[in-house]
T-cell receptor, first 115, second 113 residues
Framework: ELKVEQNPLFLSMQEGKNYTIYCNYSTTSDRLYWYRQDPGKSLESLFVLLSNGAVKQEGRLMASLDTKARLSTLHITAAVHDLSATYFCAVDIENYGGSQGNLIFGKGTKLSVKP | KAGVTQTPRYLIKTRGQQVTLSCSPISGHRSVSWYQQTPGQGLQFLFEYFSETQRNKGNFPGRFSGRQFSNSRSEMNVSTLELGDSALYLC????????????FGPGTRLTVL
């Protein structure tokens, strides 16, 4: 069974602290996506990771991909309240049965950054 | 350029009815995917269309169907609604799902009473 597992599912942080969200997946894939969702809103694309060893950074967020370990991380540096949201990772299973445009999502990590 | 638009934004239906949701992708995008989001099951893939062809379908019953028009606009239809169909339905478009991110619309919140 295809699985995308995120941990933790809930994360309460203090402003200024660092933390990492982990995304493990069970199928072969070299494409992984990170999205952010604010309450009542749609998904906002954060990062697209297209190859093993890919690392991308935007502001206080940095994402990396290790396809051999089937692991992606989203690292938060010096968190601020504005980062409070739910973060989803998603794996493109185009390699699985030749499908495209089919993302398998993790359950999301609800991040709360407190002053 | 304009983002993905979905109509209607909110919908209330009763069990047994059917519903049609619409999605207009970003101009130039030919791939449209649909997802269902519920608190219990999370985000689940429904189907993906590219150039009017359904390329892939998720694990949903046949009551869920869709189509794509020549202008890339897409509709999804749910027949014989059940309470469990209450969800946020998200549409996403992309140039090429292999290399491009999917851009999500605001969603349609469907409530089945």
């Amino acid at each position: 069974e295809l699985k995308v597992e995120q941990n933790p599912l809930f994360l309460s942080m203090q402003e200024g602290k660092n933390y990492t969200i982990y995304c493990n997946y069970s199928t072969t894939s070299d494409r992984l996506y990170w999205y952010r969702q604010d309450p009542g809103k749609s998904l906002e694309s954060l990062f697209v990771l297209l190859s093993n060893g890919a690392v991308k950074q935007e502001g206080r967020l940095m994402a990396s991909l290790d396809t051999k370990a089937r692991l992606s991380t989203l690292h938060i540096t010096a968190a601020v309240h504005d980062l409070s949201a739910t973060y989803f990772c998603a794996v493109d299973i185009e390699n699985y049965g030749g499908s495209q445009g089919n993302l398998i999502f993790g359950k999301g990590t609800k991040l709360s950054v407190k002053p | 350029k304009a983002g993905v638009t979905q109509t209607p934004r909110y919908l209330i239906k009763t069990r047994g009815q059917q519903v049609t949701l619409s999605c207009s992708p970003i101009s130039g995008h030919r791939s449209v995917s649909w997802y269902q989001q519920t608190p219990g099951q999370g985000l689940q893939f429904l189907f993906e269309y590219f150039s009017e062809t359904q390329r892939n379908k998720g694990n949903f019953p046949g009551r869920f169907s869709g189509r794509q028009f020549s202008n890339s606009r897409s509709e999804m239809n749910v027949s014989t609604l059940e309470l469990g169909d209450s969800a946020l339905y998200l549409c996403a478009s992309s140039l090429d799902p292999r290399t491009d991110t999917q851009y999500f619309g605001p969603g349609t919140r469907l409530t089945v009473l």
